[in-house]
């Protein structure tokens, strides 16, 4: 029997109708023949004749996946071809795939889902949180973790994690806590040993807020490593301009930190205003970060 005659045909066409199909064809064929400059959204839709917003728009209606999802999927892709098959070292890999470094392509490798809005507001409801205190870079780092992968990040000084410890289970209080430092050990190796920033092994991080709050994690999570932007800038990101008093209130609740960057978020003047866990580990993550990337 021929192999193929076992192959249904497909219930409908899914082929785009109208001019939508050649400009996804276009976007695809763009970005894998370009990946390597990285380009940004704006550029792409200069090149296909659309206005951004509409080529976002047609582009995830399609394809299932944002242009810049697509762009990071091909990069990745590339990446790991460089990395596993050709053995090249990250840092030469790095440039290869068009990134600015190996911090960048660390960043690409922290893949992330968020909690659905039901499970958010059950406020932690169901979920088993385990956690573990660990010695870092920052002080005494707090690591909370579920099945799903990272959860929070939090940093303390020696003698304050107890305060730290309630600080982050009061965000979700109707979770259940079991301290497992077996579970947590490895999450802190892999955020901290840039030996272990793997791509074939993604750090995988879920988070747990509202809608708006994951969106302005979302977009830190764009912040290049060793870089810095202001909240107004991630307030446009998230196509609300205005709301940059709501974004650094996000921002400040941010329950992973480091990993998802809030402290490359700066005051309008490039101030480092506040931080959570306190200016002076802020400052030196960020040098620790500019030393690194």
């Known amino acids: 029997m021929n192999a193929f005659a076992q192959i249904a045909e497909p219930a409908f066409d899914a082929t785009p109708e109208g001019d939508d199909y050649e400009t996804v064809r276009r976007v695809i064929e763009l970005i894998t023949i370009d990946y390597r400059a990285q380009p940004s959204l704006e550029s792409i839709a200069a090149e296909i004749g659309q206005s951004p917003t509409q080529l976002q728009k047609v582009f995830t209606r399609w394809a299932g996946l944002s242009p810049k999802a697509f762009l990071q999927a091909v990069t990745l892709d590339h990446a790991k071809r460089l990395l596993g098959h050709e053995g090249l070292p990250l840092l030469e890999t790095s440039y290869e795939v068009g990134l600015s470094g190996p911090g960048r392509l660390h960043d690409l490798f922290v893949t992330h889902e968020a909690m659905s809005p039901g499970e958010w507001k059950a406020r932690g409801g169901g979920l088993t949180i385990r956690y573990g205190f660990h010695p870092s870079p920052f002080g005494v780092a707090l690591v909370m973790a579920t099945e799903r992968g990272l959860a929070g990040l939090a940093f303390a000084d020696f003698g304050g994690e107890k305060a730290c410890l309630e600080d982050m289970t009061c965000r979700w209080p109707n979770a259940a806590y079991v301290e497992d430092l077996e579970m947590t050990a490895p999450y802190i190796r892999r955020i901290f040993d840039k030996s272990l920033w793997s791509a074939e092994q993604p750090l995988k991080v879920v988070l747990i807020g509202s809608d708006f709050q994951v969106r302005v994690w979302q977009s830190l999570l764009k912040i290049p490593f060793g870089k810095a ?27 992973i930190s480091f990993v998802v960057p809030c402290h490359r978020a700066l005051g309008k003047s490039g101030a480092l205003t506040g931080y959570h866990w306190g200016l002076t580990r802020k400052r030196a993550i960020l040098g620790w970060e500019a030393g690194n990337a």
């Open 229 to 255: 932007v202001t909240y107004s800038h991630v307030a446009r990101d998230i196509g609300q301009p205005t709301a940059s008093r709501a974004v650094g209130a996000a921002i400040g609740r941010n329950p």
